[in-house]
Structures are given as C-alpha cells and as structure tokens.
C-alpha cells in the first residue's frame, strides 16, 4: 500500500518545462485538425497536473512543518517560480479561445473551461504585473501583522486564535475581558491595518481602470470566475437577507439572550450558546477518526471507499504539533488522484466539522478526479461550498456518536449559527462593495460606513463601551476583506443550497443523496447557477428563495425546548 509518505516530490525543471509547453502551444497553432489540439490539450492537462503535483508535495509538507530545511527551500523555490508557471497557462488560455476547432473543442471539453479562460484573459495584462506583485506584497504584510499578535492574557503570551477557548468562556468576566484584549490587538495597529487597507484599495482600483473597467469591482468579479451572476443579482440577494432572514436572526439573538439569563446580550456574549456550554466531542483525535470511518462507511459505499482511501494512504493530517502551521485546508494532488485534509484540532466542535466540512471538499475532488482538465477539479467558490456546507447537514444521523448528550446541543447551535452567519456574510460584502465603488473614501468614512451597515444586517449586535467597535473596527480580523476582495457571499450562496440539503435529507435520504452525487460528480465542469440546476436546488438569487427555504429551518429551531440545553 502506498502511502502519502511515498509520494515523490522532484524539483520541476522550469526551462525544460517552459520549452515542453511552447512547443506544444505551437503545435496547437498550427494543428490541421481538431484531434491534433485535442491531443495537445491531454499532454498539457498531464504536464500542468505533474507541476501542480509537486508544488502541492511542497505546500502541504512545509505547513505540517515549518522547520523542515528541505521543504522550506523548496516552498521558496515554488513561490519564485509560480508567477512563470501562471504566464504559460496565460499563453495557453489565449490560443485555446482563439483557436479555429473551439466549436468542436467545446463540444469535446465543454464551455466552462473556455469561460473560465476568457475571463483570466480579461483580468490580465503585462501592463498591471508590478500592481500584482504590489498586492500580494501587502496582502503578506497583513498576514504578518496578524500572526504578529502577542497578547498578554491571564499570564501568558498569545496569539489571537490561543484566545478564543477564552472569548467563549462560561464565565462573563472572562469572555469580556479576553474579547477586550483581542480587540484591543487591532485597536492599537489602526493605522497599520488602516493604511494596508487603503493602498490595497487603491492599487486595485488602478488595476481594474489600467484593464478598461469602470472600478474594481466587475474586475473583482471576472477574477473569482464569476460567469454567471452579477453585482445587481448580489445586490437583490443582499435585499432578501435583509427582508427574509435578518427578523429571523433578531429572534434567534433574543433567544440566546434568555437561555443566558441575561437582560442585554453584548457582543461579548454572542460566543457562548450555553450556560453550560458549548457542545464538545467526547474523545481523542484517534476517537474522532475512528468514529469518521464507521460514519462514512454507513453512510454510503462511495464515502467508505473514499475515507477508507483517506486513512489508508494517510492522507489527514489533523492534530496541532511543533513546527506545523495553523488553520486548516483541503487540497488535492492530481497525479496521485488524492484528496487531502490539514488541521489543528482543538478540542472544540471545529474538531468534528474537519471531518465533515473539509471532508466532503475532499469527497466532491475524489469524485471529480477523473476530469482531465485542472479546471473541472473543483468548481468556483460558491459551489464548493456546497459539497462541505452540505456534507455537515447530511451526516447528522450520526452527530451522536461524536458528541453523545451534547447531541442536541451541537444540532440547534450548529443549525442557528449557519443562519446567523449570514447577515454577517451579508454585511461583508455590502460593505467591499461600498470601498470599491469609493476607492476615495477615507478610513474613518470606511469605518462609519461599516457600522452603519453593521446597524442594518445585525441589529442587535450591542458594542457596548467598545469605542474601537463602535467607531467601525471590527472588519480588521476579516482577512478575506483583504486578501481576496467579493469572496465572502459565496459562503452565505452556498448555505442557502447546503440548507435545502438539510431539508431534503430529512424528507428523503435517498434522493438527496443522489442529487448530493450527481453535484459532486460534475465537479468544476459547469458554472455556479449550473450546478445548482443539476443537484435540484433552488437559485439562491431568485425572489422568495430564502423565505421559502428558511421555514422549516425555524420550525424545527421552534420546536426545540433550548432552555434545557
Ligand atoms: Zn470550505
């Protein structure tokens, strides 16, 4: 049995592969005849997936440890090399679209890879390649800062993840004060954050303006490969949140205030479900793993194969240890047809969803392994999501065996939260398309601006004394808003298709689980709206979509007694 440890990496030879690849686009230009392109698509598929191959070996072993030598030359020598790697696929994109045979290769690869391809073209151009470098240079910047958090807490130096087991502490004064210190972090770098922000902002904008756009945010768009759907669709979206879910949340909110006992719930309170607390597993990471398996083997033939496949090949890498990165992926090696999952488990809920959250992103690119095209392996964001957003509602049945009498607990808080998320996820992307449409704004007007969209999607969120959160602050921690501008909507678009999963499944196991296959088959291989056709959901963007789909979801919540939990 051959196991991740096996896997070969070998330094790809970037001259020998740049001269491989511009003979074979030239063969492309002057084919004769479509099978000629068609086999010069295979050999690009094969050596484009041998290169990200090894540039995965490479990521993945130098986050499980840093302080490998090895790994860590390597992963600089990848980070060198990646930009030369990007312009062959550019160089490649452009005679692909152009190419006299694209009917019949349409027909042959289908129209999303051409899509996609035509959307990079757009979005690209040797005249902004110092604005990029420029961008990812600050991007990095924001990175470091917030890995540079040291706070001091309860006589002991932390970083800002190290302090949520505090922020949601059963004890008032602790969560307070723990949720102070953590803000106070970002508080007393405003500047710092303020004018990373802002020259972000503004060297996108002269990005988007340099490639013909009005402003960033089409530009924003065509880069997450957005076919389908645009920022008046978004922005209608945004008003059915407001209209159909926000009352909901409200209520949800008051909720939690009670079964607190408390007469004013303030934003320090927001973390902790329980008085008793929060829903934990029962377990050790061997517990949790070995419980994922008879999960998974229950469940159906294909997810035991599959998770079978995962452990067999040793292809989870789920406890925190020296040297190893925080946070947590999922990601694929092409020439080895493996998923693979990172993570630091933490004792929290968080440990069980690894295994079906980053498990069913895993599931969704072992079914689509074999599309040939890189671009068929996973699909656009928004759908991604729902192959893990949906995997979490789909193994339910078999919460008990991780949480045991935490059961229900883990249930209504799992279910409520992925409701109240997103009013959140709503005023994110609000608030992006409010900064790019007035790349001008100042920060402080950026701040106000937020807080008064804030005041709109979550009206109850109660700040209390916090000068720093009442002024506008607390997008700082939102690394999304920074790193990759419009992607945030795509988690809520996501949860209003894994929600009608939940709803199915408790109607009819069987048929959700076909639909559930049949979306994860298709991969990357159709845009967005497509796929939601193709597993049966109803389009998120569509009048009535989320009042419809939110009904029974608030049933069931009513029909929960949460005071006894
Ligand atoms: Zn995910």
Known sequence: ?????????????????????????????????????????????????????????????HSINTEDEFYKKEQDFIDENEPNFQNLVFKYYKVLVNSRFRKELEGKWGSQVFNLAELQLKSFSEEIIDDLVNENRLTTEYDNLIASAKIEFEGETRNLSQMFPFIESKDRDVRKKAYEAYTNFFEENESEFDRIYDELVKVRDKMAKKLGYKNYVQFGYDRLGRTDYDSKMVANYRKQVYESLVPVVVELMDRQRKRLGLDELRYYDEPLWYLTGNATPKGSPEWILDNGKKMYKELSKETDQFFKFMVERELLDL??????????????IPDYNSPFIFSNFNGTSGDVGVLTHEAGHA??????????????KFPTYEACEIHSMSMEFITWPWMELFFEDDVEKYKF???????????????????QHFIYENPEATPEM??????????KYLPFRDYEDNDFLNRGGYWFKQGHIFQTPFYYIDYTLAQ???????????????????DYMRLCKAGGSLPFLELVKLGNLENPFVDGTISKVVKPLKEYLDSVDDSKL
């Open 363 to 376: 599931f969704q690119s072992f079914m689509s392994m074999d599309y040939e095209l890189p671009e068929y």
């Open 413 to 431: 808080s799992h279910l409520s939260d992925a409701i109240n998320f997103i009013p959140y996820g709503t005023t994110v992307d609000e608030f």
């Open 319 to 332: 406890v925190s240890k020296r040297g190893k990165m925080s946070g947590g992926y999922c990601t694929i």
């Open 496 to 514: 209003v298709c894994a929600f009608q999963f939940w709803i199915k499944d408790r109607e009819n196991h069987e048929k959700a689980w076909e």
């Open 1 to 61: 049995m051959i196991r991740f440890s096996d896997y070969k990496y070998e330094r790809p030879d970037i001259e020998k592969i740049s001269k491989e690849f511009d003979n074979l686009l030239e063969k492309f230009e002057n084919a004769k005849d479509v099978e000629t392109q068609n086999e010069v698509i295979r050999q690009i598929n094969k050596l484009r997936n041998t290169i990200d191959t090894m540039g995965t070996l490479v990521n993945i072993r």
């Open 446 to 455: 950026r701040k106000s601006k937020w807080r008064e969209i804030e005041k």
